[in-house]
């Protein structure tokens, strides 16, 4: 009869450590489930951006209340977004937009011309040259330093938060405010049958900061007063988003495409008359 065979301590040692490995690698392939708690960055989404990073097994919640994820994966997931949320749930940049209106023939007196790059339904956007080189020129600093006698149009400059919403005030007192009414209502942004009074037209702006790049959504919109009631109106259809280089200057204009001239319209604003056409928005955008 054999006896059993003792196994030396090193052996044993050995099939400890296998069986520890062993038992590491089927809990780490075990989904476990852990809480998020996002400072900067919403949750929402946050769990739009996080969703393709997860296995075929994991599932992620959000919770606007508490601004937090709940996010069940393997632990190699769950460590992997660990350190993506370090690099997205950070302190947003500040972005400064400059606004000014200026009639387009003011800007061919300054020497300088445009170069219409893009173009949609309302928007056409363009760069600054010189008409000799068509080398770009920075028009913010020439219009710095151009004296309010000589431009006409006003300005706008505000600070806002990448990925959050600021106002421009382009025009107050409309003079043509019937045209906003009708526009309004034939597009089907206004359902009511009073007529519009003591009109205001404006942009918000909505900056993301991506690196050195900063894309900026514009949608125009128009506050009113009709009788004893007032409101807001927001024309999303019309929005156009531009990427501009940091202190980048860009022009905006109305689209030649646009048989209703609606942007010009709301540009029109920023001149001291009815005049509803020549006038471009110059935005220059910078990170603080």
């Known amino acids: 009869m054999m006896k059993p065979r003792l196994l030396l301590p090193a052996q044993l040692l050995a099939l400890l450590i ?22 900067y960055l919403n949750a929402e989404e946050a769990e739009s951006l996080l969703k393709p990073f997860l296995s ?11 601004n937090a994820l709940i996010i069940k994966d393997t632990a190699r997931v769950l460590n992997r977004i660990e350190v993506l949320l370090k690099e997205l749930d950070v302190r947003p940049k500040q972005v400064r ?20 790059s893009y173009r949609d339904r309302h928007w056409s956007v363009g760069n600054p040259v010189r008409p000799e080189s068509s080398e770009g020129v920075n028009i913010e600093a020439i219009l710095r330093q151009e004296t309010t006698t000589t431009l006409r149009g006003g300005e706008s ?58 894309g900026i959504t514009i949608i125009p919109e128009v506050a009113y007063s009709a009788d004893r009631e007032g409101g807001v109106i927001e024309y999303r259809r019309m929005a156009t988003t531009i ?46």
């Open 243 to 288: 990427d501009v280089e940091n202190g980048q200057s860009v022009i905006l204009g109305s689209s030649s495409e646009d048989r209703d001239a609606a942007i010009e319209h709301f540009l029109g604003g920023a001149g001291s008359s009815a005049q509803k056409t020549g006038f471009s928005m110059v935005l220059t955008a910078t990170l603080e």
């Open 157 to 214: 400059d505000l600070l806002v938060m990448s990925g959050q919403r600021g106002r421009i005030s382009v025009g107050r007192n409309i003079p043509y405010e019937e045209w906003f009414y009708w526009f309004s209502r034939q597009y089907g942004y206004y359902e009511k049958n009073v007529r519009f009074k003591n009109v205001t037209t404006g942009f918000i702006v909505e900056p993301r900061v991506k690196g050195e790049t900063i």
């Open 97 to 116: 937009i400059k606004v000014r209106y200026v009639d387009e023939k003011e800007i061919k007196n300054l020497g300088i011309d445009i170069r219409w």
């Open 56 to 66: 075929p097994r994991g599932t992620i919640s959000s919770y606007k209340g508490t």
């Open 18 to 39: 296998l069986g520890v490995l062993l038992v590491s690698q089927a809990y780490a392939r075990e989904p476990v489930a852990r809480i998020f708690e996002l400072k």
